[in-house]
């Protein structure tokens, strides 16, 4: 067909008039009136066989028409199935074979709907072995705990200090993603004393207090609420007193990764680097690393801020080795005669703007692969929509940030610092790089997250009260792997515990009570 020209003064008609109502009115024929008639090879059609016109007349059925000739075809159908021996024998098969009716899929009714495996509610491990004569004590679900409150907390009070920390380089306040740095491995000790190991507990038990714990410990009973993963703590009654511990082979320390997600990972292949406790064990690694990478690392004590005693974990021989870390035993008040005893940490020490020495707790958020659903590419948008994502991370690792606000208040930090720290390339585990850092102050911070304090506080009391009316021996509170619970067993007393152990226990039995006969000798 020739190409026709066309002009600006022309008017041209429309293309095709599918409701048929333009060119019925007779006034409107010159308006679109098409201006190339005159050439024949516009108005030819081809002498095709298989060339049809559109029949638009055709009858619409109403809604009851369609519905009358459907159950009139499935009668049918019936009837054919009932008077047809063979059909009947088929029906008889198919619900011996399947006599709730279900579809070979796994659904109720037929129907077309295929097993979708991810659709099914997939079942965690509960943290310990469950034995048979254990006895559940009490129930304690989530929704109950969620309404309790206990308001008017008030200051800590120091009891003891220890240890020494370094001071922040605060050049990595200045990495981002186009001037990101490599995360190194620095081989320093992290120690995590249980609370019945701690030797400065045990001398501040006979002094000070009724509860005692550490800061990670209390952090996961105050944020129970938040948690979906399984955990344990052991809780020893010794007369009027509780000591809240964690087992020695448990993976308590371990940070969860997308705890909180919707859709958190859960890859059943042990040799997979993205199934839960590779991840919690990286989280773990870059925590460690991060937390020390980004101090003045310098083996002067000049250069240090020392607390007035030396760190009780460590002897004199390793202690260059030694992660910068500073305790402080710390009392609170939950009243009624309840004082809690808390070991809290700082990671860091920094200079404010007023020339005073602040603490500092610094913690690590990791990426792990930008392409899983729910997920932010740090690379992309850490520079330009930093809040969005802090805000997925409050969203997938909500009970992880929340224990580290209530440690970072527990123990009176005055900042905490978040890194951004996300794998080079996403299929290696073992090289990773600092995208950026950000800083809160831990009351603000909590108030941003919808921390509700007075309500952990609250929880952290209920537990704590309960536990004061069983009797003196072993217990173990469990997080209830498959449900939104808190259950509290009642062991025997020589539960996960070894003949080493309890040699060990004696031995530093008696050595307390040669020490205790020293200074009542000497006087000191």
Request: glycine letters at 6%.
């Amino acid at each position: 067909m020739p190409f026709v020209s066309f002009n600006k003064s022309d008017r041209l008609g429309m293309i095709a008039d599918w409701t048929g109502d333009t060119y019925s009115d007779k006034r409107m024929l010159n308006k679109y009136q098409v201006q190339y008639g005159s050439h024949s090879h516009y108005n030819q059609y081809d002498d095709d066989e298989a060339f049809q016109l559109v029949d638009q007349n055709r009858n619409q059925r109403t809604g009851n028409q369609r519905g009358r000739i459907r159950v009139g075809q499935r009668n049918m159908r019936n009837r054919n199935q009932k008077n047809n021996p063979n059909n009947l024998q088929v029906l008889r098969a198919r619900n011996a074979r399947n006599p709730r009716g279900n579809s070979r899929f796994g659904h109720r009714g037929g129907g077309n709907r295929r097993y979708d495996p991810k659709n099914q509610a997939k079942k965690r491990d509960a943290s310990v072995n469950i034995r048979p004569e254990w006895k559940i004590l009490e129930e304690m679900d989530f929704p109950r705990l969620g309404k309790l409150s206990l308001p008017g907390i008030g200051d800590a009070k120091d009891i003891y200090t220890c240890g020494s920390l370094e001071y922040y380089d605060k050049s990595y306040d200045r990495v981002n993603c186009k001037n990101e740095k490599r995360l190194q491995r620095i081989n320093r000790i992290h120690h995590k004393v249980t609370t019945t190991d701690d030797p400065i507990i045990r001398k501040l038990s006979k002094t000070d207090g009724t509860v005692y714990a550490t800061d990670a410990i209390i952090s996961t009973l105050m944020c129970a609420t938040r948690s979906v993963a399984s955990w344990d703590i052991i809780v020893n009654r010794v007369g009027n007193k509780l000591f809240f511990d964690k087992r020695d082979d448990s993976e308590f320390d371990l940070l969860t990764v997308n705890e909180t997600a919707a859709d958190p990972p859960f890859n059943e292949e042990s040799n997979s680097i993205n199934n839960p406790r590779s991840l919690a064990l990286e989280a773990t690694y870059i925590n460690h690393n991060f937390s020390q990478q980004v101090l003045k690392n310098t083996d002067k004590k000049e250069e240090k801020y020392c607390f007035e005693n030396k760190n009780p974990f460590v002897s004199e021989e390793d202690e260059s080795d030694v992660a910068s870390v500073a305790y402080r035993y710390r009392k609170f008040d939950l009243g009624d005669g309840v004082e809690l005893v808390v070991r809290c940490e700082h990671d860091a020490v920094t200079v404010g703007t007023n020339g005073s020495e602040q603490f500092m707790n610094i913690k690590a958020l990791n990426e792990w692969d930008s392409r899983v659903p729910g997920a932010i590419d740090w690379r992309q948008k850490l520079d330009i929509q930093r809040g969005a994502v802090l805000a997925n991370e409050l969203k997938n690792n909500s009970c992880k940030l929340a224990k580290w606000t209530v440690q970072a208040l527990l123990a009176g930090s005055d900042h905490i610092k978040f890194g951004y720290v996300s794998r080079v390339h996403f299929r290696d585990s073992a090289k990773h790089a600092i995208l950026g850092t950000q800083q809160f102050k831990p009351r603000e911070f909590a108030d941003q997250t919808n921390l509700n304090l007075d309500n952990a506080w609250g929880v952290l009391r209920c537990i704590i009260d309960t536990c004061m009316k069983l009797d003196q021996g072993k217990y173990l509170i469990l997080k209830d792997p498959n449900k939104q619970t808190l259950l509290i067993y009642d062991i025997p007393d020589d539960t996960f515990e070894t003949d080493n152990e309890d040699d060990d226990d004696e031995e530093d039995i008696e050595e307390e009570d040669e020490d205790e006969k020293e200074e009542e000798v000497t006087g000191k």
